[in-house]
C-alpha cells in the first residue's frame, strides 16, 4: 500500500502559487484596513520587487508542500505557510 | 455467505460530513484570500500605475488555483465512479454464486469453501459470463 503521496509538478505550482497568495495577503491588507485614507505612503515596494520577494520566498513552502494534495484544505496551508514567510522576512529585514 | 462484508465502503456518518463541511470552509476562505489580494493590489494600482501587471498575475494565478482544483474534483469523482461500478458488477457475481450453490446444495453438491480451488473457478466463470453477456447486449445495441 502507498503511503506517501509524492511530490509532482502540478502540486508543486498549485501550492507555490497559493503560498505567492498568502506572501502578497501580507502585502496588501494594510491598503485594505487602511482604506477610508489612501495610503500614499512612498515606501511601498515596487510591483517587482514584490513579486520577486514572494515567488522566491515561497518556493520553500513550494518545495515543503509539494507532496500535499491539491484541495481547498491544503491550499490554505500553503497560503498561511506564504503569508508566516513574508512575516518572517519582514522581521528578519530580508525586503 | 455475508456479501457486503467483502467489499468495505465506509458509511457516511457524522464526522465525514463534518469533513466535508470543513472542506467547503476551506474553499470559501481560500476564495476571500484571493479576493482580497486582487482587491488590494487594485487598490493600489490607483496609486501606482505599474501595479496593475501584478493585478494581471494575480487574476492568473486565481484562474490557474481554480482549474487545478477543479480538476482534482473531476478527477477523484470519476475514480469514484469507477469504484462504484466494479462493486455493482463484484456484488451481482456473489448474489448469482450465492443463487448457484443453493441450488447445488438442494441437488447434495457441497458449496466449495474459500481455499479450494473450485471457489475462485467458479467465480471467474461467473464473473466471464457477466462480463460476455455485457458485452454482447453492448454489440447488440
Known amino acids: 500500500m502507498q503511503l506517501e503521496l509524492g511530490e509532482t509538478w502540478p502540486r508543486f505550482f498549485a501550492h507555490w502559487i497559493a503560498a505567492c497568495f498568502g506572501h502578497f495577503l501580507k502585502v496588501v491588507l494594510p491598503l485594505i484596513t487602511d482604506w477610508p485614507f489612501p495610503l500614499l505612503s512612498p515606501d511601498f515596494p515596487r510591483s517587482w520587487s514584490v513579486l520577486l520577494f514572494a515567488g522566491t520566498t515561497s518556493l520553500l513552502a513550494a518545495l515543503i508542500n509539494a507532496n500535499l494534495p491539491v484541495t481547498a484544505r491544503e491550499l490554505l496551508k500553503s497560503v498561511a505557510f506564504g503569508m508566516a514567510l513574508n512575516a518572517t522576512g519582514e522581521l528578519l529585514k530580508l525586503a | ?141
Do not use: H
Open chain 2, 1 to 141: 455467505m455475508e456479501f457486503d462484508s467483502l467489499i468495505s465502503r465506509p458509511e457516511p456518518t457524522r464526522l465525514r460530513a463534518f469533513g466535508r463541511f470543513i472542506n467547503s470552509v476551506c474553499f470559501v476562505l481560500l476564495l476571500i484570500v484571493m479576493g482580497t489580494v486582487v482587491y488590494g493590489l487594485f487598490l493600489r494600482a490607483q496609486w501606482e500605475r505599474s501595479y496593475f501587471i501584478a493585478v494581471a498575475i494575480a487574476v492568473f494565478g486565481v484562474i490557474a488555483l481554480l482549474l487545478g482544483l477543479a480538476q482534482q474534483e473531476i478527477a477523484a469523482r470519476d475514480k469514484a465512479t469507477w469504484r462504484a461500478m466494479a462493486e455493482w458488477q463484484l456484488k451481482a457475481t456473489y448474489a448469482k454464486l450465492a443463487a448457484q450453490w443453493a441450488e447445488g446444495e438442494k441437488a447434495g453438491i457441497p458449496t466449495p469453501t474459500v481455499d479450494s480451488s473450485a471457489y475462485y473457478e467458479q467465480l471467474m466463470e461467473v464473473l466471464i459470463q457477466d462480463m460476455q453477456r455485457t458485452s454482447e447486449g453492448a454489440a447488440a445495441r
